[in-house]
């Protein structure tokens, strides 16, 4: 099946820095999406993005499909941006299942 | 709008009982979902529901998972008798469409099972 791997594993920043989060992928999609997991351990949908560019206030996502990658970008970081990020994608063959990675766990210090 | 809800939150019981988790999804909601979460990991589906048919339930262990959704709209996952190996958080989520994998998905805040 389809793999999807995520960089960094854990990433530590001070409040008001910008990170970038990665989610590779070893197939084509034709369905990806960001969640963040926060410490309560509720899934968010932040983005639907198969294709290109979308921005929802400090965060914003980029999906470069035929390379197989995307990237999640957070700004301004706050506290309650801590959690873990997930991508999860369709593959556009095969399973149609959406398949998650293995997250990025993203630690806000005040 | 209210968003998917489960119960119980959390679950704590003896290896070797049964144990069954709650799904409403959100309303008009016809696609819903049961994922397995392990810790550090993210969520594995289990089964997928379109209305009350089970279209997708490849990763359901079928000796001693059941899921159900009789009439179309929340839905009932079962384990009988639980292992000491399925102490996990058990999600469920719900879509108003799937049309080959495009969907969004919207997740409840899970039930954690603790299997002693």
């Known amino acids: 099946g389809i793999q999807v791997e995520q960089s960094p594993p854990d990433l530590i920043l001070q409040e008001g820095a910008n990170s970038t989060l990665r989610c590779n992928f070893s197939d084509s999609v034709n369905n990806l999406q960001w969640f963040h997991q926060n410490p309560w351990g509720q899934l968010i949908n932040l983005f639907y993005i198969p294709s290109g560019t979308k921005q929802n206030g400090r965060l914003s996502a980029t999906t470069v499909a035929t390379e197989r990658y995307s990237l999640l970008y957070i700004s301004s970081s706050q506290t309650t941006d801590s959690g873990v990020y997930f991508c999860?994608?369709?593959?556009?063959?095969?399973?149609?299942?959406?398949?998650f990675g293995t997250g990025t766990r993203l630690t806000i210090i005040p | 709008e209210a968003g998917v809800v489960q119960s119980p939150r959390y679950k704590i019981i003896e290896k070797k009982q049964p144990v069954a988790f709650w799904c409403n999804p959100i309303?008009?909601?016809?696609?819903l979902y049961w994922y397995l979460q392990n810790l550090g990991q993210g969520p594995e589906l289990l089964i997928r529901y379109e209305n009350e048919e089970a279209v997708d339930d490849s990763q359901l262990p079928k000796d001693r998972f059941s899921a159900e959704r009789l009439k179309g709209v929340d839905s009932t996952l079962k384990i009988q008798p639980a292992e000491l190996g399925d102490s996990a958080v058990y999600l469920c989520?719900?879509?108003?469409?799937?049309?080959?994998?495009?969907?969004?998905?919207?997740f409840g805040p899970g039930t954690r099972l603790t299997v002693l």
């Open positions: 309303s008009g909601h016809n696609t």
């Open positions: 989520a719900s879509s108003s469409e799937w049309t080959s994998g495009v969907d969004t998905q919207y």
């Open positions: 999860a994608v369709h593959a556009n063959f095969g399973n149609e299942k959406l398949t």
